[in-house]
């Protein structure tokens, strides 16, 4: 666990992700020749077209270029954090993202936490009792959450809490940590929900395989306590899997803030996507789809890491024995 | 040989038994709703008591009452006719989804899993590299850029399920292959399509089965959400997604408008999970392919 | 019945239930009475589901959940059964230890082999120095070096693991350890290492030890005393020589004609007929009397109770009086040795020259299974293959049956050069495997689960294209001593010596002029093990086989084979006739094999130091 140990392993990730991010961008630069229009039609954007402003249009993107030309040109802007203007605002792509940024950023995390504390702990207990009602309870409640869309739940949660009780906001995004707070609550919540059900899943049943095992029995046949055992031993070997499923939770929180975003009006990046590919901003869409894919090769990054924290058998590579 | 006569076997039972029908109970329950599902997919425009499509504005936004038992949404069109009616669009897209997703991954997974080698290692990396993105979110894109409608939709949801399901008979199949009796099968000269179709499928197929009520649930949640973004079906369209996008604005006065077609969301997805895990598990337990 | 009133353990009609939905149970184990003393080894010997294990973990209260267990084991006057929850965790470790069978998943994988020493040590107070001390000490106690400490145990080899478990089991100080097949899963060599290890301990710390075992000879090697368990009920208990020189119950008896001998060669071995039944189905009656051949209706009138019968022994049958001359009889019958075949001048059947095989070719972790080896086998030959694990014998076999290449040498099978499989005219091909055909190791995977016994035997015949010969699915099972109504069952319900019966019958429906049979009876019970060997003679005479045999049970090649190869390390270190390589060997490595078979001799205790310098890294 050394720092050239982590200089290594990020150089050897890296030279796997950063081809993932060029065949990513090259998918969202290609996206431009796919849409049912044609490109300057598209980067027109529904204003009054004349020959004269087509013209324009295609030299002003270079649009007579080949495609490999123009793809070329589009990375290297991406890569000076230059990703066009918007067609619709008319303004620089980032800036606009950036702003939306801390709502989503806000919610993303408050519903991971909400998923990954409720969802471990209720696995725990789920494995703990396995057999008894309160294990089939909670199993079938995980089921409904797992069937249960963010935009399904969001409208449940929002009539009840909301509407019926009246117990929190039913618009708006709140000012201030508490405020905000108050306010995403709902949304978080309904983000968390059928994640924090993969948890559970997830933690339950790796839990329970663990339990079972050889060493479990053995430690417990030396006379080691029950949370020496449970912690130290079966929670321990059943984190890899908890870990893997946290990856996959944290990327599903994406799509998630799309339709809780929607479902709440909150102004987040997700909203945003929505209101770009409808109108068909494409700038700010591939904008969107790149910060997005930059998101998801640092969470499989840290992913890697801490599987290397957690198992000395990939640490050494399975290299020994 | 006068030792073979061999004691009668006992086909001990196992403790997995325990339980057995109190687990069966919400298995009952879910066969129930898909049954119901199915009914109204197939029958819906007999057993709807108005035109789904029905406009009448002077009626727009009422509560449930005698005449529409879940009241109407802003147009004045009746939410119950509405729901029967999506029942269709329910069915049919996830299921092409879960078959179609399926059929994919089994055809790669047994390829890539059986016979490994280069193929293996191509449609592994295809599968990883799919397998580290948010598919719903690429489908968002995709369907919302190129357009196409329902259909797209749900071809774009076939190709983005395919990955996930080829790992899993990947798995399957990998599990299988140096199983003595499929290396018995090779030393006897089976044919390489026999020993996949005749040893390795059969052993296999229990998981696919299961997976395929598990991918319908997801397949569900996931087209309902392209519906409920707008995307995927045409507004207007009598589907359950779209109609809790579209009634959401009503919470206040006909709640059960956007309601009653989310609840049908989660409802019917939970009945396919319920089938798929208990499918699962009874596979899993019997012995087959272990 | 023997010494002292008070015993360290004192285990009466200890009773465990599998308790089902409704309240039902279902009987694993009833009335056992067993006891130990400080100082004592005692065996329980049993096949497999005899209960054994249950027996085991119910002592340290670790069953599994739905499985009760009732009666009294007192453990220095306390009833263990009858603990508060609370106070189990105390006796567990500092009183009574278990260890278990298989060293590669006991440890705990994530943490290194010196804190789970130390987390078992009941000093309180030590410093963080002192624990790591202590478990340094503790290491050395069971001959292993300070830096194991460090190791993680996926770093260690299989006896290295199982010393450190035995370090960790023993970090409490326990009076009494349980020890439950504690050397099964290792190699020959280090299983005589690990009960040397067992023994010093238990003399230099003077506790109780149980030995659970399903062989014999380990327990006759270990053990004071014996107590024999089948299907969850006590046949027999006795001293350890008593038992081996004067069976008083039929299943011991049994047994012992069943163990296939290392020492000479055997025309046939009395096999018992059947299989273990399920304890639940037998608990009404004698337990061995539906395999029995003295059953008398008197046998199944109830459950006969342990009768004492001289000092220190007890017996179970009630028959014991009128039936002990025949049995004594029948123990003397059957030690007819018989001769090996002379050694064959028929032409070579199988003819490998110098094959090496390297896996992970340009890797780091470029592995040598195979470094050159050269063997014969006529026709009509039977052929032993012996090695431990790592010896390359299962790859040599892979490589004759096409399941793997070798890198370079030569295979030639029936005058076909078998080195590339895939380079094979489809002639050539066909003519090959119906020549060559395998019996594996595991009869619980052998047969695909999803077919019926008929449909594997019908393809394997379709392949041979022998339908019209004659040969039918009914007289290929009727061949390996299974009914024909068999062909409409499935694997699942079947025995391991059924199935393993049906892939002998599979690979027979080729008619193939030689087995390869990878550890075909290891998998198997001692009783059913001498079934099979039985067939696999018969199959010879009659149909003139060769085998080739790859095992590490030496027992096991005197019985089958005419000559032996023995393998270590990818290479042929010594070759010839079984008796003269079993008798009197000539390289080291295979004397140290021989001098590893547990005899029934008693182990001379010695404080052994891992002897294994590989996979240390």
């Known amino acids: ?321 | 040989m006068a030792e073979g006569q061999v004691a009668v076997p006992t086909l001990a039972t196992e403790p997995r038994q325990r339980g057995r029908l109190a687990g069966f109970i919400p298995v009952a329950i879910a066969l129930v709703i898909i049954g119901v599902v199915v009914v109204a997919a197939a029958l819906g425009d007999l057993i709807a008591p108005r035109d789904p499509n029905a406009q009448n504005l002077l009626v727009g936004d009422v509560p449930p009452n005698g005449q529409f038992p879940l009241g109407t949404d802003q147009l004045g069109r009746d939410v119950l006719s509405r729901i029967i009616a999506g029942a269709r669009t329910a069915l049919v897209g996830p299921m092409l989804i879960a078959v179609g997703g399926m059929t994919i991954g089994t055809i790669l997974g047994m390829l890539g899993g059986y016979l490994g080698g280069r193929l293996d290692a191509i449609i592994m990396r295809w599968v990883d590299l799919m397998y580290s993105l948010p598919g719903l979110l690429i489908a968002i894109v995709i369907v919302g850029v190129v357009g196409g409608g329902y259909f797209m939709a749900v071809i774009v949801l076939i190709v983005l399920f395919s990955p996930a399901d080829t790992r899993i008979v990947r798995a399957e199949a990998l599990r299988q292959r140096p199983l003595p009796y499929i290396e018995a099968a090779r030393t006897l000269g089976v044919p390489t399509w026999r020993i996949m179709f005749v040893h390795v499928l059969p052993n296999v197929l229990p998981v696919v089965v299961s997976y395929v009520f598990l991918d319908f649930a997801f397949g569900l949640v996931s087209l309902s959400g392209l519906s409920f973004l707008g995307l995927g079906v045409p507004p207007g369209t009598p589907d359950w997604g779209r109609m809790l996008f579209e009634n959401r604005t009503v919470l206040f006065t006909n709640p059960l408008a956007a309601v009653a077609p989310g609840l049908m969301i989660v409802a019917a997805a939970a009945a396919m999970n319920i089938v798929g895990d208990w499918l699962y598990e009874r596979f899993a337990s019997s012995g087959a392919g272990r | 019945m023997s010494g002292s009133a008070f015993h360290l353990l004192d285990v009466s009609d200890l009773s465990i239930d599998v308790v089902l939905p409704g309240g039902r149970t279902r009987s694993i184990v009833s009335g056992l009475n067993l006891h130990v003393d400080l100082g004592e080894t005692v065996g329980i010997v049993g096949e497999s589901g005899s209960g054994k294990s249950l027996t085991a973990r119910s002592l340290l209260r670790l069953l599994p959940r739905g499985v009760r267990a009732t009666g009294r084991a007192e453990f220095a006057g306390t009833d263990v059964l009858d603990l508060p929850e609370r106070h189990v965790a105390r006796y567990r470790g500092s009183r009574l230890a278990l260890l278990f069978q298989d060293p590669f998943t006991i440890l705990n994988p994530v943490l290194r082999c010196g804190p789970q020493i130390e987390e078992g040590l009941r000093d309180e107070g030590l410093s963080r120095r002192q624990k790591r001390k202590e478990s340094v000490r503790r290491l050395a106690e069971v001959g292993l070096p300070e830096h194991i400490a460090d190791r993680y145990p996926f770093q260690l080899s299989g006896g290295m693991r199982q010393r450190v478990a035995l370090a960790a089991a023993l970090a409490g100080n326990p009076e009494l350890l349980i020890a439950d097949e504690p050397s099964t899963a290792l190699d020959v060599t280090t299983q005589a290492e690990i009960l040397r290890l067992l023994k010093s301990l238990q003399e230099a710390r003077g506790m109780g030890l149980i030995l659970i075992t399903h062989d014999l000879r380990v327990a006759f090697s270990a053990c004071d005393r014996i107590y024999v368990l089948y299907a969850g009920g006590l046949m027999e208990v006795g001293g350890a020589r008593d038992l081996e020189d004067h069976p008083l119950h039929p299943y011991t008896l049994g047994l012992l004609l069943s163990e296939p001998p290392v020492d000479r060669r055997l025309s046939a071995l009395v096999a018992i007929p059947g299989a273990v039944p399920p304890a639940d189905e037998v608990s009404g009656v004698c337990r061995f009397s539906p395999r029995c051949r003295w059953v008398r209706d008197v046998c199944r009138a109830g459950p006969p109770r342990l009768v004492p019968r001289g000092p220190g022994r007890a017996t179970a049958c009630v028959r014991i009086d009128e039936i002990d001359v025949e049995m004594v009889a029948l123990r003397r019958a059957v030690v007819a040795p018989a001769a090996v075949k002379e050694p064959s001048e028929a032409a070579a059947l199988v003819r490998v020259s110098d094959v090496a095989k390297v896996f992970d070719k340009g890797t780091p972790r470029a592995n040598p299974a195979l470094k050159g080896v050269s063997l014969t086998i006529r026709d009509g030959e039977s052929i032993g293959l012996v090695g431990e694990s790592g010896s390359g014998k299962t790859t040599l076999a892979r490589c004759l049956l096409g399941l793997e290449q070798p890198d370079s040498g030569e295979l030639r099978i029936a005058g076909i050069d078998a080195s590339r499989y895939d380079r094979l005219r489809t002639g050539d091909l066909q003519r090959l495997r119906r020549a060559v055909q395998v019996v594996f190791q595991d009869p619980y995977s052998s047969l695909n689960p999803a077919h019926r016994v008929g449909f594997a035997l019908e393809e394997a015949l379709r392949m041979a294209g022998r339908r019209d010969d004659g040969v039918t699915v009914a007289s290929l099972l009727d061949q390996v001593g299974l009914p024909a109504a068999y062909a409409k069952r499935r694997p699942v319900a079947l025995s391991g010596g059924e199935r393993q019966r049906v892939a002998i019958a599979r690979a027979l429906a080729v008619g193939p002029r030689i087995l390869v049979c990878d550890e075909p009876v290891s998998s198997l019970d001692v009783s059913v093990q001498a079934q099979v060997l039985n067939l696999f003679g018969a199959l010879r005479t009659e149909l003139g086989l060769s085998y080739l045999f790859i095992t590490h049970d030496l027992a096991v090649v005197r019985q089958v084979v005419d000559r032996v190869y023995v393998l270590y390390r990818g290479e042929i270190v010594e070759q010839g006739p079984v008796d003269r390589v079993l008798d009197a060997p000539e390289h080291e490595y295979t004397k140290r094999l021989i001098a590893s078979v547990p005899s029934g001799e008693p182990v001379v205790a010695s404080p052994s130091v891992a002897s294994e310098a590989e996979a240390v890294s």
């Open chain 1, 1 to 321: 666990m050394t720092l050239g140990w982590l200089a290594r392993f990020l150089a050897s990730r890296l030279l796997v992700l950063i081809p993932l991010l060029l065949v990513i961008s090259f998918g969202v630069f290609s996206l431009l020749q796919l849409a049912p229009s044609t490109p300057e039609r598209i980067l027109l954007g529904g204003r009054p077209s004349t020959p004269e402003v087509l013209a324009a249009i295609r030299e002003r993107y270079h649009l007579d270029d080949p495609f490999l030309v123009q793809y070329g040109r589009w990375l290297v802007g991406v890569v000076q954090l230059d990703f066009g203007t918007s067609i619709r605002a008319g303004e620089p792509v980032l800036p606009m993202i950036i702003r939306r940024l801390d709502i989503t950023v806000f919610l993303g995390l408050f519903g991971f936490v909400i998923a990954l504390v409720v969802g471990l702990l209720v696995g725990m207990v789920a494995a703990l009792r396995r057999g008894s009602p309160l294990d089939r309870a909670l199993v079938a409640l995980s089921v409904v959450g797992v069937s249960a869309p963010a935009f399904a739940s969001g409208i449940l949660l929002l009539y009840l809490f909301g509407v019926v009780l009246d117990w929190f906001p039913v618009f708006g995004a709140g000012d201030g940590m508490l405020d905000r707070l108050w306010h995403l609550t709902l949304p978080a919540v309904a983000l968390a929900l059928s994640a924090m059900a993969l948890i559970v899943k997830v933690t339950r049943a790796a839990l329970i395989e663990e339990l079972e095992r050889d060493y479990v029995a053995f430690a417990r046949a030396r006379g080691l306590s029950f949370r020496r055992v449970l912690f130290g031993y079966a929670l321990r070997n059943a984190l890899v899997s908890v870990v893997t499923a946290s990856g996959l939770v944290l990327i599903y929180m994406l799509t998630g803030a799309v339709l809780v975003e929607v479902t709440f009006t909150l102004p987040g990046v997700g909203s945003l996507l929505v209101e770009a590919v409808q109108g068909l901003d494409i700038p700010l869409v591939q904008g969107l789809v790149i910060v997005i894919a930059v998101f998801i090769v640092v969470v499989h990054l840290i992913i890697d890491i801490l599987y290397r924290l957690i198992d000395p058998r990939i640490r050494f590579g399975g290299a020994h024995g």
